[in-house]
C-alpha cells in the first residue's frame, strides 16, 4: 500500500505496519544539505556513522545533477553529485513523484500526481518551462532512449498517456491494467513495460502502435518494473509479497522469484545488467540481486524501519535512494556496497534521476534503465 505519507490510498494493503510521517529535522549546512558520510561496514552491509564534512576530492559524478522530487513540499531538490550539495529547489507542480531526464540533459520531466499534469523542467535556469495535462494521478514516468517520447502512467485513469517531447503534447492513451504505477522502455526503444499495481501484471507496449500487446503474469502488487538490457526479461517489485518476479519477455513465463523483505518497491538494473537493487521499505535496506544466479548477493541498510527507501537510480559510480520516511537520499557505492552519503532533503522524497552536463545516466524510478525511470512511483 501507500506509504502513510501518501495522499491516496493503494488498491492492496500493506502486510505490515503503517508509520505516521515524522519531518525529521537537522542542522543546515551549506547550500541547505546536511552531509552525514557513512562508516564502513563489513560484508556489504553499510551502517550509519558520524557526521561528517563533505569533500569533492575523488568524488565521481563531476559534471552530474541528481534530482529528487519532494512529493509533499511540491519541489525539486538539485544535488551536485560531486559535492553532495543541494544547489537549486524548484517549486515543480503538486504531488510530484516520477522524474525523468532527457537523453541531452536538458530537460526533467516531473508526474505531478495531485495535478494530474505532468511539468517540464529547464534544467539550465531550473524553471519549468511547460505543463501537459494527461491522465488522474500520474506517477511513473520513461523516456524514449532518443528523449523524443515521455510515456506516463496514470494510476487513476488505468492508461499510459504518451508525450512528444518536442511539442508537449500528448500524442495517444494506451489502456492497460488497474492502477499502473511504473512504466520502463526497452534499451532499443521499440517496448514499455508497465507494472499495474491493482491487477498483478505487466502490461507490454509496442512503442510503434502505441498498443498493449501482451500481459505478463507478475507477483501480487506490482509496483516496479526494470528490464535487462537485452530485452529478454523484466524484474517486477511485488510490494505486498516481499519478492522481485523475473519474467521471460519471450515466452511471457515466470522464469524466478527472488525474496528480498517486505515492502518491495524500486527496482532497477546496473548500466551492464549484471545486478538489480531493489529498495525495501520494511528493513530499510536496499538489496541487490545478481542477474545471472537470480540470488541476493548484498544487502545494504539504508536505516532503522521507518527510513522507508523508496525508488532508485544508478551510474557505474553510485546507486541513488529515495528515502521517503526519513526525508534523505542516500547514496552508495556499488562496488563496496557501503553507503557514502545521505543527504537531508524535502519532505516526502520519492522520484530520482540523474544527469550529465551532456546526457543523462538515470532517472528516476526507472532508471534504464538508469531511470530509472521509475526510476516509477508510489
Known amino acids: 500500500m501507500r506509504s502513510a505519507r501518501r495522499t491516496r490510498a493503494h488498491p492492496v494493503g500493506r502486510p505490515y505496519t503503517v508509520r505516521p510521517y515524522k519531518k525529521v529535522l537537522r542542522p543546515v549546512l551549506g547550500a541547505g544539505a546536511v552531509l552525514l558520510l557513512m562508516s564502513c561496514a563489513p560484508a556489504g552491509t553499510a551502517a550509519r556513522g558520524p557526521v561528517a564534512a563533505a569533500s569533492a576530492t575523488g568524488q565521481p559524478g563531476a559534471g552530474h545533477h541528481v534530482y529528487v522530487t519532494n512529493q509533499l513540499d511540491n519541489t525539486v531538490s538539485v544535488i551536485d553529485a560531486a559535492t553532495h550539495k543541494v544547489v537549486a529547489t524548484v517549486p515543480a507542480g503538486t504531488g510530484p513523484e516520477g522524474i525523468a531526464i532527457t537523453p541531452d540533459g536538458k530537460r526533467a520531466y516531473i508526474a505531478g500526481s495531485e495535478s494530474a499534469k505532468v511539468s517540464a523542467l529547464d534544467t ?70 508497465v507494472a499495474n499495481s491493482g491487477s498483478a501484471s505487466v502490461s507490454r507496449i509496442d512503442t510503434r502502435t502505441h498498443r498493449a500487446v501482451r500481459t505478463l503474469p507478475a507477483g501480487r502488487s506490482p509496483v516496479g518494473v526494470a528490464v535487462t538490457p537485452d530485452g529478454e526479461s523484466v524484474y517486477v517489485a511485488n510490494e ?115 544527469a550529465s552536463s551532456g546526457s543523462a545516466t538515470g532517472a528516476g524510478p526507472e532508471a534504464g534503465s538508469v531511470s530509472l525511470t521509475r526510476t516509477g512511483g508510489r
Request: aromatic share 4%.
Open 240 to 354: 505486498t509479497t516481499a519478492r522481485v518476479s523475473v519474467v521471460s519477455t519471450r515466452t511471457g513465463k515466470l522464469t524466478a522469484t527472488v525474496p528480498v523483505g517486505e515492502g518491495v518497491f524500486g527496482v532497477i538494473l546496473a548500466p551492464d545488467g549484471k545486478k538489480a537493487y531493489v529498495a525495501v521499505l520494511g528493513p530499510g535496506n536496499v538489496s541487490v540481486i545478481d542477474t545471472g544466479s537470480h540470488r541476493v548477493t548484498g544487502t545494504v541498510k539504508v536505516g532503522p524501519p521507518g527510513t522507508d527507501p523508496f525508488n532508485i537510480a544508478v551510474t557505474s559510480h553510485a546507486v541513488y535512494v529515495t528515502d521517503q520516511g526519513a526525508g534523505t537520499l542516500t547514496v552508495i557505492d556499488p562496488k563496496s556496497l557501503k553507503v557514502t552519503a545521505t543527504l537531508a532533503l524535502g519532505n516526502s522524497p520519492y522520484g530520482v534521476a540523474v
Open 124 to 193: 539550465r535556469t531550473h524553471k519549468i518551462v511547460a505543463t501537459v495535462p494527461v491522465g488522474k494521478k500520474p506517477t511513473g514516468v520513461a523516456l524514449s532512449p532518443d528523449g523524443s517520447t515521455l510515456y506516463v502512467t496514470n494510476g487513476g485513469s488505468n492508461n499510459v498517456s504518451v508525450l512528444d517531447t518536442r511539442t508537449n503534447r500528448v500524442t495517444a492513451t494506451i489502456p492497460v491494467g488497474v492502477s499502473p504505477v511504473a512504466v520502463t522502455v526497452s534499451r532499443d526503444g521499440g517496448t514499455a513495460y
